[in-house]
């Protein structure tokens, strides 16, 4: 029914849009036709193509575990989604993404919600916010480089760019925490934001009002950028306006059905009474589910593409050195951005080479000059050692000489010595015969 609803509104917008271009261009001449020609069916082709492509929206819910996020996911598109109980002892905060195929009459929504699990829990929450930046980053970072393929396939691509980030506030009856204010501010260029104050049943009526007034006071006070309801349309100009009052929306969530009167309504039972999630006396559960799903779903869509997704997109090809005009504003194409980079690339190449091969040199001549220096001193080395050598060369020589000498002195004395004995031998034994005799 929701759905319906707001394919409604794509016909309206269609039929505007026809009527502003005729009338708006300069130099365009208007004719009348003479009769029907049939190009009036534009927008119902345009719609009937939609319904055949089908549509895809993705939800992040941002906010403490234990906060309603879940349960008021289940509410706003009745049904149960996969829920996981997570603890509050996550060491970081991570995102658990999950797609669903939803059919509702004819018209098919490829829903993602992705959760923040552990948001809030660490002791340290200074970097909370850093994986939900880079998360969305990511998605848009997917979205360009599909673009910038050579071959696209953006018709069935599955867009996973954040269209709508609801924030779930704590109902505190004071103030934003800090980690609030951080947190949508880091967020408010990259994505639509939708505050919303959660289980709104446990805050009074009175406190409810003065503390929607303090949010948006503070909101504001802090510069962050939350998500206005579209009033250029006229169709939706005036509940837009009205809702955008209404802002941040108090909500309830509940699945479970009570009777009341003779009909079972979506409430949440207390020893008390019974808050139905569907009374706009109770919650304006009903004015976030009818302005997110039925009135400006598309407009979330493309307020995505072409605000959120337009800045990261011009960033990044900034980054990449792109630019629209050159530095006298003169219109430069992608080409000419492209063929300078790459002059002032080759430019720039030819220094590097130009500088690597010099101090190649450089480093071959000092090279060289230590291995000279470094052969001098071997050579040096080796002429000295050639130098003791010879010396005790020398040395040993005259030693060897000298016992040459010595030996052959010993020599002769022991010839003579042995002479002598035999000669005293020879003598001896004459004496011994004479004395026989
Ligand atoms: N009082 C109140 N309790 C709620 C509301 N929504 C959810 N809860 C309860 O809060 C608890 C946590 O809800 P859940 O949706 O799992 O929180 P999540 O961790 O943020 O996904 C559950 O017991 C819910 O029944 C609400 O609007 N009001
Ligand atoms: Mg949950």
């Keep these: 029914m929701y759905i319906s609803c707001w394919l409604l509104r794509i016909t309206c917008i269609c039929h505007h849009t026809a009527v502003l271009i005729h009338s708006g261009d300069k130099g365009v001449r ?35 575990t234990g906060i309603g996020k879940s349960t008021l996911m289940d509410t706003l598109f009745n049904t149960n989604f996969e829920n996981f109980e997570s603890s509050h002892f ?7 993404a999950q797609t669903y195929d939803l059919q ?4 098919r929504l490829r829903l993602t919600v992705v959760n923040t699990v552990g948001f809030g829990d660490q002791m340290n929450k200074q970097e909370s916010y850093q994986p939900v930046v880079d998360y969305i980053d990511r998605q ?7 673009e910038l393929k050579i ?39 990259k994505v639509n934001i939708i505050p919303v104050i959660a289980k709104a049943d446990t805050i009074s009526k009175s406190e409810l009002h003065k503390f929607k007034i303090k949010i948006m006071s503070e909101l504001v006070s802090n510069g962050v950028q939350i998500y206005q309801f579209p009033l250029d349309d006229e169709t939706v100009a005036k509940v837009n306006t009205t809702m955008n009052g209404h802002l941040p929306f108090a909500v309830v969530g509940s699945t479970e059905e009570v009777s009341v009167g003779n009909k079972m309504v979506k409430a949440r039972q207390y020893p008390w009474g019974v808050v139905q999630v569907e009374n706009e006396n109770h919650c304006d559960f009903v004015k976030l589910r009818e302005m997110l799903i039925c009135v400006n779903m598309e407009d979330l869509r493309e307020q995505t593409h ?8 011009r960033c990044k090809l900034e980054e990449m050195g792109f630019k629209d005009t ?112």
Excluded: W
């Design 30 to 64: 208007p004719l009348s036709l003479a009769g029907h020609v049939g190009f009036d069916s534009l927008p119902d082709q345009l719609v009937n193509k939609s319904i055949c492509q089908g549509f895809c929206f993705n939800i992040l819910c941002i906010g403490e």
């Design 90 to 96: 996550e060491p970081q905060v991570k995102l658990r």
């Design 104 to 107: 509702e009459s004819n018209v």
């Design 140 to 146: 848009f970072e997917s979205y360009l480089q599909e």
């Design 151 to 189: 071959k696209r396939s953006l018709h069935n691509y599955h867009d996973s760019r954040v269209h709508a980030c609801l924030y779930f506030i704590s109902p505190s009856g004071h103030s934003l925490k800090s980690l609030d204010l951080v947190t949508m501010k880091k967020l408010d260029s």
């Design 306 to 313: 072409t605000r959120h997704y337009e800045l990261y997109r």
């Design 326 to 437: 050159d530095p006298e504003c003169k219109p430069v194409s992608l080409q000419q951005t492209y063929e300078a980079k790459r002059q002032e690339f080759l430019v720039e190449l030819q220094k590097r080479e130009d500088e690597m091969r010099q101090m190649f040199v450089q480093r071959v001549k000092e090279k060289e000059a230590e291995l000279k220096e470094a052969e001098r001193e071997l050579q040096s080395r080796f002429e000295h050692l050639k130098r003791i050598h010879a010396d005790e060369k020398a040395t040993l020589e005259e030693k060897k000489r000298l016992l040459d000498e010595d030996q052959s002195s010993f020599s002769k004395r022991r010839a003579a010595a042995q002479l002598l004995q035999a000669q005293s031998l020879t003598a001896n034994g004459k004496k011994d015969k004479d004395r026989k005799k």
